[in-house]
Structures are given as C-alpha cells and as structure tokens.
C-alpha cells in the first residue's frame, strides 16, 4: 500500500497539524489526497470513537484493541482500499502502530497480544510508511494541559504520557513496518520539511 502514509505519536505531539499539511502539500503538487482519523472517518467508526472515548463505559482491555480493530478495518473497506485503488494518497492520524503502543507496550493487553490481534486482521493492508513524532513526555504534559477540552478516557490514565513516550520510541509493529521517528520539538515548519523528505524517499 505505498501511498498510504500514517502519522503516528503520544497525544499532543503534533500529528494532526503535520497530517493536514502533508496533505495540502501532496494536493498542491497534483495528487488526490484522503484523510483519515483513528478512530472514526466512517460512520461505524465515529460510534465506535465516541464508545472508546467514553471512560465511563466498561471496557476489557481485549475488547478495547478489538473495537479500535473494527473500526480500523471498516475504514480500511470502505475508505482507504477504494482510494488506493483509485490512484489516491491517504494519510492516516493514527493507524496500527497506535494500537501496539496505548493497548500493547502502554496498556494491559502487551505487546505481543496487541501486534498478533493486528497482524490477524489487517495481514498487509498496513501503511508503507509510519512516521512517528517524539516530544519529551514533559513537554507534551504541558500542552495537553493548555488544551482546554476535557480528557478521554485515554488522556486521563494515570502516566500514560510517559508510558506512550518511551513506547513510541522503541515500538517495532508488525514484522515488515517502516518505521520513521522525527524530533517533534522542532518547529512546525521543520518537522513538516522533514516528513516532506521521507514521503519523497517512498516515491522512490
Ligand atoms: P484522538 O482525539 O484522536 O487523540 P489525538 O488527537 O491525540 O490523536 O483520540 C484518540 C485516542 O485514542 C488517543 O488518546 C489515542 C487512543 N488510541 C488508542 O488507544 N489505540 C488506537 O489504536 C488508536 C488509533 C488510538
């Protein structure tokens, strides 16, 4: 799936700013672009976002892995294969390696566990390029908590920061991901220089 390109990092890192212009810079150079969000960008997925989100709904910590998983592999139907197939980029905000991190390394379900539910049912349908951003969990403590909006029920586990942090630098996914990490504390027009130079190397 070699233009299908996710964005991937611990909560307040800056992904969804880099998302949005990657994909201004890929439509201004003449390509198709979609966007995706994890969870959501369907309408099963936007049911399932708001359930995962929800902190107040009881949730196992398989059943969690295997909704972020239901989710993901509608959008991948319905959305992703349809605009791969027709020529298209898509950017995800999140995709596979999100789950290895906060259900796997960061959460009860363990890498292992986390990486076999995946690789069972998204097999090859994973993006050719994962780009991780990487900001210093004390940095990133101090956006969210500029942010206004209240916490999910991912944003208010105790350490979780930290935890997402050093999972994100060491996670390896699904035998067979490239995995590229990018300083995030850069200015935003670097890091988005530097994802520029990645995606070009893809289209090699
Ligand atoms: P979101 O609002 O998308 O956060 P952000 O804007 O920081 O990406 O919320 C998604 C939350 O769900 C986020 O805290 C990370 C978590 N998450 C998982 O735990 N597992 C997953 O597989 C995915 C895609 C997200």
Known sequence: MSRFIALEGADGCGKSTQVDRL?????????QVVTVREPGSTSLGERVRAILLDGDEPLCSEAEALLFLASRTQLLDEVIEPALSQGKWVIADRFHLSTVVYQGLAGKLGEQRAVELCQ?????????????????ADELMQRIEQRSQQSDRFESRPGLAERTVAAFATVVGIPGDRIIRIDGTSSADDVEAMIRREVTDVLR
């Open 23 to 31: 994909a201004a810079w890929l439509t201004e150079d003449g390509q």
């Open 120 to 136: 069972v049912v998204l097999a090859e349908r994973r993006p050719s390029l994962n780009i991780v951003l990487e900001i210093p």
